[in-house]
């Protein structure tokens, strides 16, 4: 058991790493760019492969420590074993995983429509609030009788946020990166006076919006690796506890010296606490 925490653990700090340090990260604006937009790509999955790499020769050296404490013998002589029971099962399911969750990303919304909503929500519904206008739709509708085109856009965007039961907080789900510009565009109608040109203040609040639509859906995805990572990590113990420990002669000789060692130690203690001592007068 203690074995599969420390398991965990470097794969928790991996994936933290991942996360914090590696993924990168761009503004909405410079997502727009076909130039930063191919570099941002580009960068997203070198870093990618890097990760994928670090987890598994990370969960390598753990396994072949694990082997090594429990059989004897040093890392570099349990590689090979470890090697068997961690990067075949780690290529396969949590390669595949990857693989998957890139070709289809709506998987993510698993987790990314709970978990990561309830990471954003909070600061989804201030930002949201600040963007709509603040009185009746109703009456917005009605006051727009000179454009019928934008009077039909803003009745489509009041039927989109009836259909989500009024809460802003609950537009974010809808929203991913692919599909930020579609409802941006949306929702434009229905937003303030002073949100609805490109203007610097727009810009700040468009990128605001956009950084909690990837929060989101980094949540998502990182819940999927957490969950594979973890079943992963409890397979692979499986396997080591059950497997049992194969020894090269070098490794077993050294373990009957160390058992000789002990049963020395164990028999000098017990004749030294059956000495009998005599005391004359």
Do not use: H
Not at 36 to 57: E, G, H, P, Q, W
Not at 78 to 86: C, D, E, F, L, R
Not at 169 to 175: A, D, E, G, K, M
């Amino acid at each position: 058991m203690k074995n599969s925490y420390l398991n965990i653990i470097t794969f928790l700090l991996t994936t933290l790493l991942y996360y914090t340090l590696l993924k990168p990260s761009i503004p909405y604006q410079s997502y727009k760019d076909n130039t930063l937009y191919k570099n941002y790509v580009s960068n997203t999955y070198m870093y990618l492969a890097i990760y994928i790499f670090l987890v598994i020769f990370v969960q390598f050296i753990v396994n072949s420590y694990i082997i090594s404490i429990s059989c004897g013998g040093n890392i570099g002589e349990n590689m090979g074993a470890a090697g068997v029971y961690t990067f075949l099962p780690w290529t396969l399911i949590f390669g595949v995983l990857v693989l998957v969750l890139k070709i289809y990303p709506g998987f993510k919304s698993a987790f990314s429509d709970v978990v990561g909503y309830y990471y954003v929500s909070n600061s989804a519904t201030e930002l949201l609030t600040e963007l709509f206008i603040n009185k009746d739709i109703d009456d917005k509708i009605n006051s727009e009788t000179n454009s019928s085109e934008k009077k039909q856009a803003l009745k489509n965007a009041a039927d989109m946020i009836i259909k989500i039961c009024g809460n802003t907080s609950i537009l974010i789900n809808q929203i991913v990166p692919s599909n930020f510009e579609q409802y941006w565009n949306i929702l434009r109608p229905l937003m303030k006076e002073q949100y609805q040109n490109d203007n610097p203040e727009t810009i700040v609040k468009q990128n605001e919006l956009f950084d909690l639509v990837v929060t989101r859906d980094n949540i998502g995805e990182a819940m999927w690796y957490i969950y594979t990572g973890l079943l992963l990590t409890s397979i692979v113990q499986l396997k080591l506890t059950t497997r049992g420990c194969v020894s090269n002669t070098k490794t077993m000789e050294a373990n009957y010296q160390k058992f000789l060692e002990q049963e020395q130690k164990a028999k000098d203690k017990k004749e030294l606490s059956s000495t009998d001592y005599t005391i004359s007068t």
